[in-house]
């Protein structure tokens, strides 16, 4: 057992990383771009724990309703393209599978919608809009709104009188 220990410790100093850099390497980093095109729309944030910006909308001026949002730092790529996720909830089932009736909606939504569709993330349906991941201020802007909004009015929809998400 001794010696696979000594065979760590030498590949981490062969690779040349520290406890702290590995640390640091496996850690997600909030992508400073994003900070500064949310800071120039003039939205609070708050960065989680995956490296994520995460902010709440009112939705009404009464401050009835509010909607949380997230602007993944991760960049997927598909052929080339590089893009980006901004992710809200609209729906929280209680347990792992949708009922039929709230999956189909999801989909019929997804078919009307001009940007963004629903997907599933464990338990929470949520609206995900895909832009390039250098999009400027302006397409964030717009994703952000079209997230929050088709979120709100979804979980209005399916579970009238409250407001979780």
Not at 117 to 129: E, H, L, P, Y
């Amino acid at each position: 057992m001794r010696s696979v220990g000594i065979h760590i410790v030498l590949l981490s100093l062969s690779l040349g990383l520290s406890g702290t850099a590995w640390a640091q390497a496996s850690t997600p980093q909030a992508d400073p771009a994003i900070a500064a095109q949310l800071k120039a729309l003039d939205y609070k944030y708050e960065v989680d724990a995956d490296g994520d910006y995460k902010m709440t909308f009112d939705i009404d001026e009464e401050g009835r309703r509010s909607q949380l949002v997230f602007v993944r730092s991760a960049v997927d790529d598909y052929a080339g393209y590089k893009v980006r996720e901004i992710w809200s909830p609209g729906y929280k089932a209680s347990s792992d599978v949708f009922p039929s009736a709230v999956a189909n909606r999801l989909l019929e939504a997804s078919m009307t919608s001009k940007m963004g569709g629903w997907g599933k993330q464990g338990t929470a349906a949520v609206f995900i809009v895909r832009i390039p991941a250098d999009a400027d201020k302006d397409a964030l802007d717009a994703a952000i709104t079209a997230a929050f909004n088709s979120a709100d009015q979804m979980e209005a929809e399916l579970t009238p009188g409250k407001d979780d998400l």
